[in-house]
């Protein structure tokens, strides 16, 4: 279902993938610096989400200024929390890349504005945590202040996220979080020897298997 979401003076462009039954709990999906939501990654998340009982909502907001991707991710997370269309008890936030950093700025920003749980947890495609070569500087800071679960995929060989780098984030991280590694990959998520389809099949059945555990942890 395709969707126009203020922004401003503007709209978002945005797609539902539905579910046949009615879901409880949401994805919101967004793209990094470069394409939009129809990122051949993100379809494939969304496809698979959906056909696995998971509203997922994606959107496409241009723009390389994280601020600016913030203030839309925001605009997003409130327009499905007011939808009467899709009532949903909670939301998980994902990006790819750029995408991630703008996730992870929402939740510190809205976990310091109101207590409502609505978000449920942040899932983290190839996190840009630092430039190539410039491991010096880390964007970590949001990454520290969240206390919701956090998934991280990335490629064992991205070189905006070396490993050594990214698991010493989360150890010092306050928040429940997981790791997964594909082997080889790198930002891009491409791995030498392997079908793009293969890849997606192990990074969407990885984010399914966590969300359903921290959906049904919420329920215990």
Known sequence: VKVKIPFGNKYLDAIFSVPEKKSTYGVILTHGAGGDMNFPHLVSLAAYLASHGVLCLRFTCKGLNIVYRTKAFKAVVEYLKLSDDYKLSGVFLAGRS????????????????????????????????????????????????????????SGSADEM??????????????????IHWIDKANHGMAVK?????????????????????????EHK
Request: glycine share 4%; charged share 30%; net charge negative.
């Open 161 to 178: 996220c070396e490993k050594q780098l990214l698991e010493g984030v989360a150890s010092k991280m306050k928040a429940p979080k997981t």
């Open 98 to 153: 750029m995408g991630s950093r703008a996730a992870a700025s929402v939740i510190r920003h809205l976990s310091q504005e109101d207590d409502d749980d609505f978000i449920q947890g942040l899932i983290c495609l190839s996190y840009p945590l630092h430039r190539p070569k410039l491991q010096s500087k880390l964007r970590d800071e949001d990454l520290l202040f969240i206390r919701c679960p956090v998934l991280f995929v």
């Open 193 to 217: 020897g392997r079908t793009t389809d293969d890849v997606m099949e192990e990074i969407n059945t990885q984010v399914f298997s966590w969300l359903r555990e921290n959906i049904e942890l």
